[in-house]
């Protein structure tokens, strides 16, 4: 059975940080392209970051240079560091495997970002 679990989320104030995790179990990262979403109360899901197999990236316009996707195929984990973070970054976020028709994800981490 495949399972994909994020953690990592929480309360936090504007300009300060959280690193969101997701680690997968009965299934390989390291042959998806491993993606991080986020969904915001009355918003549309969104593309926050991407890495591919290769390990280039790409990020949401929002989310450049504040934001670092990365995994370690040895803990079978992707990470998502986030810095800067401002209240509109205040979302669930999502942990998302894809290959090729194939696409997993997690239950969410809930980010808030407020004073």
């Known amino acids: 059975q495949v399972q994909v679990v994020e953690s990592g989320g929480g309360l936090v104030q504007p300009g300060g940080s959280l690193r969101l995790s997701c680690v997968g179990s009965?299934?390989?990262?390291?042959?998806?392209?491993m993606r991080w979403y986020r969904q915001a109360p009355g918003k549309q899901r969104e593309l926050v970051a991407g890495i591919t197999i290769s390990g280039s990236t790409n990020y949401a316009d929002s989310a450049k240079g504040r934001f670092t996707i990365s995994k370690d195929h040895a803990k079978n984990t992707a990470y998502l560091q986030m810095n800067s973070l401002q209240p509109e970054d205040t979302a669930v976020y999502y942990c998302?495997?894809?290959?090729?028709?194939?696409?997993?994800w997690g239950q969410g981490t809930q980010v808030t970002v407020s004073p």
């Open positions: 009965g299934i390989t990262f390291n042959i998806y392209d």
């Open positions: 998302n495997a894809h290959l090729a028709r194939f696409d997993f």
